[in-house]
């Protein structure tokens, strides 16, 4: 396997609080977000005071909750004091370290000394909310403590504390009273400690966050880069891209190739062109800024360029020239390890392109992702590192850039596999259909799957209807064709699966026998009036029939290996696939 770059989390242990539970029935978590919230809720501050607002790094330990497991880690990132003006009242946003993530943004009204030396915050302040307990998250005092029978991790409250205090001096605020390891030894003993953590309002269930040793130091202000982030001015052209990716994963980096489309716009002047992503699957949203020679066949980037900036972290990914490679360690059992290195070439300040016709090609790229493995890690090209450690995120190599021109075209149908339909078997439980969307015509020549959609049809061959009053977090409106594009911020609707529900079923339950899966291309062309009109084609219906061991077919298709690779490199079946980052026929599948 391919350990990761980064230093991985501390020990990992079990607790016994009340965490979000990743896998409950999704259209009911989903129904908690229009229930009506307690007055307590009213009680979080969530907008930014008024005041001189001043960022802190974070230093000191903590236990988070990621999935229901207890992490003890090192606190990191930034924080933010607003001081009011009236001299004595101070907000500290995001009071206790990661609990942010699970139940979101708030401050905590503390007070100042006269003296300026301590900031004191009461305690029992509501600084959360949990939309799937409907209940608020207040702050406490406490100390973890260790089951020796199990190696549990519980936590006791300590009322008699009803205010933390933050030593100041100069520009360093230190947390008082707390205890605990500095140093993890990667064992049960990690998690013993004592400080300010959180719990549930109503019950007083722990959910697995607490913070010790913390000192927070004024940062000092980081100019905000310059970031396109809005198409310029100037032709657009459109080009599908092929070569190679190898991105840094949850567990490790994993390789895959590059697909779909990218944009160049060209200036008027001639001489400015700017690049839409041009490292893989980082933001689709983001621009470089390039010059274009004379005679039109070198396009130069400068590097540097940013393509993403975090206001909260004060840090951003700027693209660089790169090289990848894989050291191989032999542990003392005998078991072969791989670690990737990253040589970042500094002295590098620009990227260039070939263009020759209507291919555009990055130059001085080398790799080969079909070599034997770890070969296929060897590689130079275009990537992308956080701009403050040179952490590695991302990096491109063969790239090309074929031109494509948007035209009608009847799509291929998709693909269904023997186990695409899935039904967990429970009363009020779910359904879903898995697929394959291919982004070309029933020519083989590519599509622009965004302006795709597609319908399910049922037992009865009509179009199945997508209620927004069940998929609200994905729906206005009902429909039965559904974006492909909506995939990239749906909740039940993935690139390569659908989720139904047995709740909305009623006394006949949908596709007793059969589903099917039609796919539609909507190109817009312009008249010789100057006016816009969509021009429809649709693939064949493609059924999935019960008891069968083969998918019954309009139109026979080839499903190929339908497995979805984690990115340690086990092998899944797409059935009920665990929360994580999996490769599937070429392609990151992210599951929530």
Not at 24 to 33: D, E, K, S
Not at 106 to 132: C, F, H, I
Not at 459 to 476: K, R, S
Request: net charge negative; proline share 4%; hydrophobic share 35%.
């Amino acid at each position: 396997m391919l350990v990761a770059l980064t230093a991985s989390a501390s020990a990992q242990v079990q607790f016994d609080g009340r965490t979000t539970q990743k896998h409950v029935l999704r259209n009911n978590a989903a129904a908690t977000l229009k229930k009506a919230p307690r007055h307590a809720q009213s009680d979080i501050i969530t907008d930014q005071p008024e005041g001189e607002a001043v960022r802190y790094t974070r230093g000191g330990q903590s236990l988070v909750v990621y999935d229901g497991v207890l992490y003890a880690e090192q606190q990191s990132g930034t924080t933010t004091i607003v001081y009011a003006e009236d001299g004595t009242t101070a907000y500290i946003q995001n009071l206790v370290y990661g609990m942010r993530e699970q139940f979101g943004d708030s401050w905590a009204r503390g007070t100042l000394s006269e003296d300026g030396t301590k900031l004191t915050v009461p305690l029992n302040q509501t600084v959360g909310w949990s939309y799937q307990f409907d209940a608020g998250i207040r702050l406490i005092w406490g100390k973890t403590v260790i089951n020796e029978d199990n190696n549990m991790v519980s936590f006791q409250t300590d009322e008699s504390v009803t205010e933390v205090v933050y030593a100041i001096e100069g520009n360093t605020l230190t947390l008082q009273g707390t205890s605990g390891r500095t140093e993890f030894e990667q064992n049960i003993h990690d998690f013993v400690a004592e400080g300010l953590a959180c719990c549930y309002e109503d019950d007083g269930a722990w959910p697995g966050y607490l913070e010790w040793n913390t000192v927070l130091t004024e940062k000092i202000p980081v100019p905000v880069p310059d970031i396109i982030s809005e198409q310029p001015a100037g032709l657009l052209k459109s080009y599908v891209r092929s070569g190679a990716n190898i991105y840094q994963g949850w567990d490790a980096p994993a390789i895959m190739k590059q697909t779909g489309t990218t944009d160049i716009v060209y200036d008027e002047d001639g001489e400015t062109v700017y690049l839409r992503e041009p490292v893989y699957d980082t933001n689709s949203d983001i621009w470089v800024k390039g010059a274009i020679n004379a005679d039109g066949t070198k396009i130069t980037v400068p590097l540097n360029q940013y393509l993403y900036w975090d206001e909260n972290e004060e840090r951003g990914m700027v693209i660089k020239w790169m090289s990848t490679g894989v050291e191989q360690q032999t542990d003392e059992e005998g078991n072969v390890q791989y670690t990737m290195t990253l040589t970042v070439h500094q002295g590098v300040t620009e990227a260039t392109y070939t263009i020759n016709g209507n291919t555009i090609t990055l130059d001085n790229t080398v790799g080969d992702m079909d070599a034997e493995f770890p070969n296929n890690y060897n590689a130079t090209g275009l990537g992308v590192v956080y701009d403050t450690d040179l952490v590695f995120c991302a990096m491109d190599f063969g790239t090309v850039y074929n031109e494509f021109i948007l035209q009608p075209a009847v799509p291929a149908d998709p693909i269904l596999y023997e186990d695409s339909w899935f039904d967990d078997g429970t009363e009020d439980g779910y359904n879903c259909l898995d697929f394959k969307i291919l982004p070309e015509d029933v020519d083989g020549n590519y599509i622009d799957l965004k302006y795709t959609a597609y319908s399910v049809y049922t037992d009865d061959d009509i179009p199945f209807v997508f209620e927004a009053a069940t998929y609200i977090n994905d729906l206005e409106e009902d429909v039965t064709d559904v974006p492909y594009s909506i995939y990239s911020t749906g909740y039940d609707f993935n690139d390569s699966r659908i989720y139904f529900y047995r709740t909305n079923m009623g006394d006949n339950p949908l596709f007793l026998n059969r589903i099917g899966l039609q796919v539609h291309y909507d190109v817009p062309v312009v008249g010789e009036d100057g006016e816009t009109t969509i021009v429809r084609n649709s693939s064949n219906i493609v059924y999935w029939e019960k008891g069968n061991s083969a998918v019954t077919e309009v139109k026979a298709a080839t499903a190929g290996d339908n497995a979805y690779y984690n990115l340690m490199g086990q092998k899944f079946s797409g059935n009920n696939l665990p929360a994580g980052i999996y490769i599937h026929n070429g392609r990151k599948v992210i599951v929530r």
